[in-house]
């Protein structure tokens, strides 16, 4: 069974550019969460989704957005790229929303902003 | 006070050696629990969920002390594959928090 998958793996923008980020979650699961991971930091709770909702969002602001289509796959959009939002990207999944539920990580898009 | 907290480590540890990680939470209403193991530049993986017993797979045990609001992973005979940041996770409600990971190195 395939897992988490991520794409692209790597994707290199300029300033002011916008990034596309796409995940496939694990074939069952509704719930898809984004991270942000810079170099040497911890993960930062970006979105979650669930059931093509909007659920709950981290700290970050508005330039970052995405959404879920009805096959549960997601997409993160990062507007007016700026040079801090170079990172590992990851996305998670998860069967449903709600306590106890494992979390399962995609290899993550590592974004670089020139 | 941050959610979760770990020792940042890094853990510098021979071959053999055990070696012991704590994880404090602020929540008092945080449910469940878990570690995960992250390699260099690569995803974290689930190593274990905790369990408020204690629970125990093979070289590994997790314990959690609801009291002091503290989760603690023990490696024992530690390996060279090892070496990876431990990711202590805590959920309430429909959050999940990661800590910010404690670093280990088994060096030969």
């Known amino acids: 069974e395939a897992g988490v998958t991520q794409s692209p793996t790597h994707l290199i923008k300029t300033r002011g550019q916008q990034a596309t980020l796409r995940c496939s979650p694990i074939?069952?699961?509704?719930?898809v969460y984004w991270y942000q991971q810079a170099l040497g930091l911890g993960l930062q709770f970006l979105l979650w989704y669930d059931e093509g909702e909007e659920r709950n969002r981290g700290n970050f602001p508005p330039r970052f957005s995405g959404r879920q289509f009805p096959n549960y796959s997601s997409e993160l959009n990062v507007n007016a790229l700026e040079l801090e939002d170079s990172a590992l990207y990851l996305c998670a999944s998860s069967l449903e929303p709600g306590e106890g539920n494992i979390q399962y990580f995609g290899a993550g898009t590592r974004l670089s902003v020139l | 006070r941050k959610e979760v907290e770990q020792d940042p480590g890094p853990f510098n540890v021979p071959e053999g050696a055990t070696v012991a990680f704590n994880c404090t939470y602020s929540?008092?209403?945080?449910?469940?629990f878990f570690w995960y193991r992250q390699d260099c530049r690569k995803e974290p993986k689930l190593l274990m969920s905790?369990?408020?017993s204690g629970n125990e797979d093979g070289r590994f045990t997790a314990q959690l002390n609801r009291a002091s609001q503290y989760i603690s992973l023990l490696i024992r005979d530690s390996k060279l594959s090892d070496s990876a940041t431990y990711l202590c996770?805590?959920?309430?409600?429909?959050?999940?928090?990661f800590g910010p990971g404690t670093r280990l190195s088994v060096l030969p």
């Open positions: 996770v805590v959920t309430y409600g429909q959050n999940f928090v």
């Open positions: 074939s069952g699961h509704t719930s």
């Open positions: 929540n008092s209403a945080s449910q469940s």
């Open positions: 905790v369990y408020s």
